[in-house]
C-alpha cells in the first residue's frame, strides 16, 4: 500500500509569492494533518482535516490555509510568503480516529529567498 | 502546560553500544506515545507506539519502549547500535480526544566506529 505522498519535494519561492503544496494521505485515511518543521521552532501543528472539515488548527497566521478534498487529498496555502516560512512541511495521515497510528509523507521543502 | 520533553538534545553513543533516549510528558490524562526517527532529508518514520496495555512496547529496528505511568514517561532503547541509527528521533504525544501530536524538540544521535 502507498505511504503518504508528497509534491513538490523542494521549491524556492520568492517574498511575497504564494505557494501551494499538496498531499496524498495513504488509501482509506480520511484524516489529513500538516505540521511545519524549523530548526527554531522544532515541529509544530499546522491543521488537520476530516473528511473535508478543518477539526483543529495551530497557532499560526491567516497566511496558512487549507483544504481537503473529497477523496481526502490535502492542499496547504501560504500567502504572501516571508522569509521565515522557509521549513520542511510535513504531511501526515491516519484513519481518523483519536489514538490511531499517525503515518507521515517525506515532506517538502520549502525555501523562501 | 501540556508538554513533551526530549532533555538530551545530543547523545553520541558507539556502535554495539546501548542507546536510550528519554522522553517525558505532561498531561492530565494518559496520551497516546509515539517515537519517530528522522534521518536528514527524510521525512518521520514511527519506530512504535503505545496506547494501553503491555508497557514494553517492541517497534522496528530493533528497537523498544517502556511506559511508566508513575514517572511520565516513555523512554527509547535499542540493545545494540548499529551506524545506521544516527538520525534525530522524536518523542511524540497526541492526548485523548485530540487528533495532532505534540512534539518533544528531538535528539540527535551520532554513532561512533
Known amino acids: 500500500k502507498a505511504g503518504v505522498t508528497q509534491t513538490p519535494r523542494y521549491l524556492i519561492k520568492t517574498r511575497g509569492q504564494q505557494v501551494t503544496l499538496s498531499c496524498s494521505p495513504i488509501?482509506?485515511?480520511?484524516?489529513v494533518s500538516w505540521y511545519q518543521q524549523t530548526p527554531g521552532q522544532g515541529l509544530q501543528f499546522l491543521f488537520e482535516y476530516f473528511s473535508e472539515t478543518q477539526r483543529n488548527k495551530g497557532n499560526f497566521p491567516g497566511r496558512f490555509s487549507g483544504r481537503q478534498f473529497s477523496n481526502s487529498r490535502s492542499e496547504m496555502n501560504v500567502s504572501t510568503l516571508e522569509l521565515g516560512d522557509s521549513a520542511l512541511y510535513l504531511c501526515a495521515s491516519t484513519s481518523g480516529g483519536s489514538g490511531n497510528t499517525i503515518y507521515f509523507g517525506e515532506g517538502s521543502w520549502l525555501t523562501v529567498v | 502546560a501540556q508538554s513533551v520533553t526530549q532533555p538530551d538534545i545530543h547523545i553520541t553513543v558507539s556502535e554495539g553500544a546501548s542507546l536510550e533516549l528519554r522522553c517525558n510528558y505532561s498531561?492530565?490524562?494518559?496520551?497516546?506515545l509515539f517515537w519517530y526517527v528522522q534521518s536528514p532529508g527524510q521525512g518521520l518514520q514511527l519506530l512504535l507506539k503505545?496506547?494501553?496495555?503491555?508497557?514494553l512496547v517492541q517497534g522496528i529496528k530493533g528497537f523498544e519502549a517502556e511506559f511508566k505511568r508513575s514517572q511520565s514517561s516513555f523512554n527509547l532503547r535499542k540493545p545494540s547500535v548499529h551506524w545506521s541509527d544516527a538520525a534525530e528521533y522524536f518523542c511524540a504525544v497526541v492526548p485523548p480526544n485530540d487528533y495532532k501530536l505534540s512534539f518533544g524538540a528531538g535528539t540527535t544521535v551520532t554513532v561512533r566506529a
Open positions: 498531561y492530565g490524562a494518559t496520551p497516546y
Open positions: 488509501s482509506g485515511h480520511r484524516s
Open positions: 503505545y496506547f494501553s496495555g503491555d508497557t
